[in-house]
């Protein structure tokens, strides 16, 4: 009988934001697989929507920066990791990754990281912190900009000790984030609920309200447009 391997995720917290949407999305895909599916998180309103039947939930406090608090998660999920059998280990964030790096360590399983934004580095003692991002078998990076930022900071470490850096680009679910599945009356509530005229030229750009999104870039560049009448009168919207 082929084994079912058994993947536990770990993320601080499982709100809405892109790298906790992408935990859910694959914590439910796992088990369509024939996969098992493990998630660890301090919490979040998403967690309401885990269909518990699929995942295992536990919870503890992975979200916290505090070292007392991380050598705390890493003895648990080390008993998590040998109760539960898990084959595969994944990090989505630096002060979990340092617990589950270690809990790996000493129970021998893959070690997985996720690299979902850019981190800065003030000092050495910060960069020594996000470091742990690049201490797995794998590293993912959501996109080539994420790649690029990884291997200007950490490209001397992945050629000294031979580790994976890899581009998974982002996915949604389409089944979910379905036009067809819009009924017009819902979209008409929304449009009037927020002043939208459907009649003007619309740009969405979706994103959590972040410097390194580029929204304040995009709305600099709109007014550049409109000041050099790039953009006719009637489609300047804001």
């Not at 536990?8 to 694959?26: F, H, N, R, S, W």
């Amino acid at each position: 009988m082929k084994k079912k391997i058994k993947v536990l995720q770990v993320i601080p917290k499982l709100g809405y934001g892109g790298a906790e949407t992408g935990c859910y999305d694959l914590a439910h895909f796992l088990p369509e697989q024939g996969w098992k599916s493990f998630l660890v998180t301090s919490g979040g309103d998403l967690l309401q929507y885990i269909n518990k039947k699929k995942v295992s939930v536990i919870k503890l406090p992975v979200n916290s920066k505090n070292p007392i608090v991380i050598l705390f998660n890493t003895i648990i999920l080390f008993f998590i990791i040998l109760f539960y059998n898990i084959d595969i280990v994944h990090a989505r964030s630096r002060a979990p990754a340092w617990s589950c790096y270690l809990a790996t360590k000493l129970s021998f399983r893959k070690f997985v990281t996720t690299f979902h934004g850019t981190y800065n580095f003030n000092n050495k003692i910060k960069k020594f912190y996000n470091s742990i991002m690049t201490k797995s078998d794998l590293v993912i990076a959501g996109s080539n900009f994420i790649f690029s930022h990884i291997s200007e900071n950490y490209g001397d470490h992945f050629l000294k000790n031979k580790r994976k850096l890899l581009v998974i680009f982002r996915g949604i679910n389409t089944s979910y984030f379905n036009s067809q599945k819009i009924l017009p009356i819902k979209i008409e509530k929304f449009s009037k609920e927020n002043n939208i005229d459907r009649n003007k030229f619309i740009i969405l750009l979706p994103g959590r309200l972040t410097p390194w999104k580029g929204q304040k870039i995009f709305i600099e560049s709109i007014k550049l447009l409109s000041e050099k009448n790039q953009i006719s009168k009637h489609q300047r919207t804001y």
